[in-house]
């Protein structure tokens, strides 16, 4: 603080015309600079190229079967990758599963993000009794390893990816809502929300003008590092038959169909697990350097 | 502190009578009507009535979830539908195995874990503290399952050196520890410490960076105090972090074991609930969650204990 408050001054000292590069300007110059962070951004970017167009990129028909070609191992000519165990086309299952596997990991985020952010915000500036009810049953929800909270809803709900989807949202709302709850808290507490308040700022200007800017940062990059764990998470239950329904193409689900060719195309069936790792780990990566260029202490 | 302790227990209470209402809940948002799930398909009108009154599905929600909770807490979790025996001896036969499992996972993941953590803390920005940093990122970005896979494919498939799945020869149920048995639980369990052991390294990296910036540090250098014996001090200050953190991965792996377990046909709770999930066997499902979860917030209560009463460091009014 001090030091900023010091460098703002000499600045001004200086030349008084030139503005200082705002926040995020200096975030996405500390990315830049962090080749770690810019390989799991392209690699991220990559995986996403990849989803929008998988269409036009895939080599052949990935929903086509065939009895005299099932299970070939990878460099089959025509077959780059191999066949799974209905004679489909690995590759071009693998590149339009991209589709749904990254849909399925990534939307339960963004939906946790909007709702646990709401939940964790007003809890944390309306404090007292409210916050008391709404944290002590978002502890409820935490008493539960995520896997289990997972696999307990989207067990009671069925297979299908509307209900892979809420269970894993419903994982991870209490986890954002957490850190929200805690980081408006201490805002709601410093001195400029005082100040506001007493120079006659209503709720809402506060929370827009004071609360959102200092907290959805911190957030962000938290429930950005959710994202390598709702991949996980939800390729496990596809795996496990509770998320997508064959014969749509998701590498959780690819996985689980390919674990009876372990012992005769080995490294056919390991392929989509493959792929489930290095979207979880760039993303994870990414998010690493997110959190460092932003300064945000976990 | 033993008023803390005494509010901790109280404040374990409400959250346990929660996640009761969840697991009882589980049934209820399950589609379709609640008996039938709980029904054999071919029930005879009598059985289905005689249900109806022992679930109390004509009674009201919260008659009903006492009832339920009452009859959990004398040990009766009802019935599997797919086998007909009780619930809660399915599950007490099955939590041992993945205790079995899951405390040796823990146990590796713990060893390796601060290993590479230590090491990586003490070398900060060296090569070798990013290596380890990017060992610990993989154990926790690696699809745990499909690790599992790889390890079967290479030591199963390929060298034949381990069974692939079970937890003893020609499908035994009883364990023993001979190397018989023991090959069984090798793979699972490392496939496994991945999880703990990225957590763990990241926690103790960030813990011993952390000591070793303090002025006691410092002080103790100055003083001529041997490099061994200022790792000793260095060990002491960060083991109770560690080992809290090490108690509460324990606890997830006990929930978080079913997708191992599914590819090794481990025999453990995870197994239970996917036999539960695939044949629809409700009471199952919510039996061996009920356990699991109860199992974990009695671990996180026993760690948050331990930790008051072995770190004077932690003051808690």
Same mark, same amino acid.
């Given at each position: 603080m001090s030091t900023a408050v010091s460098s703002a001054t000499a600045a001004s000292t200086v030349a008084v015309f030139k503005r200082s590069r705002g926040h995020w300007a200096n975030v996405a110059a500390r990315i830049l600079r962090n080749p770690t962070a810019m390989v799991a951004a392209l690699l991220v970017l990559g995986l996403l190229f990849m989803a929008l167009v998988a269409p036009w990129l895939m !080599?052949?028909? !990935?929903f086509a079967t065939s009895m005299f070609t099932r299970l070939k191992p990878i460099g089959t000519v025509g077959h780059l990758l191999g066949t799974d165990e209905l004679g489909r086309d690995l590759l071009s299952r693998l590149i339009l599963g991209s589709r749904l596997s990254l849909f399925m990991g990534i939307t339960p985020v963004l939906l946790a993000f909007v709702i646990g952010s709401g939940i964790g915000i007003l809890a944390g500036y309306a404090g007292g009794f409210i916050n008391t009810i709404v944290m002590r049953t978002i502890d409820v929800l935490y008493a539960f390893p995520s896997v289990l909270l997972a696999i307990a809803l989207s067990g009671a709900l069925g297979a299908g990816i509307v209900n892979a989807l809420t269970s894993l949202t419903i994982v991870f709302i209490p986890q954002i809502a957490r850190i929200a709850e805690s980081v408006t808290t201490q805002v709601r507490r410093s001195d400029y929300v005082d100040a506001a308040r007493a120079s006659g700022a209503g709720a809402f200007t506060i929370v827009r003008a004071h609360v959102l800017g200092n907290v959805l940062g911190p957030i962000f990059v938290y429930s950005t590092s959710l994202i390598s764990v709702s991949m996980i998470l939800a390729s496990g239950l596809s795996f496990l038959g509770l998320g997508v329904k064959p014969p749509e193409p998701e590498w959780g689900l690819m996985l689980n169909t390919l674990r009876t060719a372990i012992y005769s195309q080995p490294w056919v069936a390991a392929l989509p697990g493959l792929f489930i790792f290095v979207t979880s780990i760039s993303f994870n990566m990414l998010s690493d350097g997110l959190r460092s260029a932003m300064e945000v202490k976990q | 502190m033993i008023s803390y302790l005494i509010r901790r227990v109280l404040y374990a209470l409400p959250i346990m009578l929660g996640v009761a209402f969840l697991c009882f809940m589980l049934v209820h948002i399950a589609p379709g009507d609640p008996l039938v799930s709980i029904l054999p398909p071919d029930a005879s009108a009598d059985l289905q009535k005689q249900l109806m009154e022992l679930y109390g599905f004509n009674r009201s929600y919260p008659e009903q979830f006492f009832s339920w909770v009452w009859r959990a807490l004398h040990g009766d979790l009802g019935s599997s539908i797919a086998t007909g025996r009780p619930v809660a001896q399915e599950v007490f036969k099955a939590v041992g195995n993945t205790l079995m499992l899951a405390a040796l996972a823990t146990l590796i993941g713990f060893f390796f874990g601060s290993l590479f953590g230590f090491v990586a803390g003490y070398f900060r920005n060296s090569w070798i503290d990013k290596l380890a940093s990017f060992i610990s990122v993989i154990g926790v970005s690696v699809p745990h399952y499909w690790l599992g896979m790889v390890l079967v494919i290479i030591f199963s498939s390929q060298l034949m050196w381990l069974p692939a799945t079970g937890a003893g020869p020609d499908g035994s149920s009883d364990w023993v520890w001979d190397y018989a048995h023991i090959q069984y639980l090798i793979m699972p369990a490392v496939t496994m410490s991945f999880i703990p052991m990225g957590i763990i390294a990241r926690t103790v990296r960030a813990l011993v960076a952390d000591i070793l910036s303090q002025e006691f540090v410092v002080g103790l250098k100055a003083r001529g105090l041997s490099e061994f014996g200022v790792f000793r001090h260095v060990v002491k200050n960060c083991a109770p972090t560690a080992m809290a953190v090490m108690g509460l991965q324990l606890g997830y792996l006990l929930g978080g074991s079913i997708l191992i377990e599914t590819v090794f046909s481990w025999p453990g709770t995870g197994f239970l609930l996917n036999q539960a999930i695939f044949q629809r066997d409700l009471p199952l499902l919510q039996g061996t969650i009920l356990v699991l979860a109860l199992f974990f917030v009695g671990l996180n209560l026993l760690v948050d204990i331990l930790q008051t009463v072995f770190d004077p460091r932690i003051e808690r009014a």
């Open positions: !080599p052949q028909d !990935p | -």
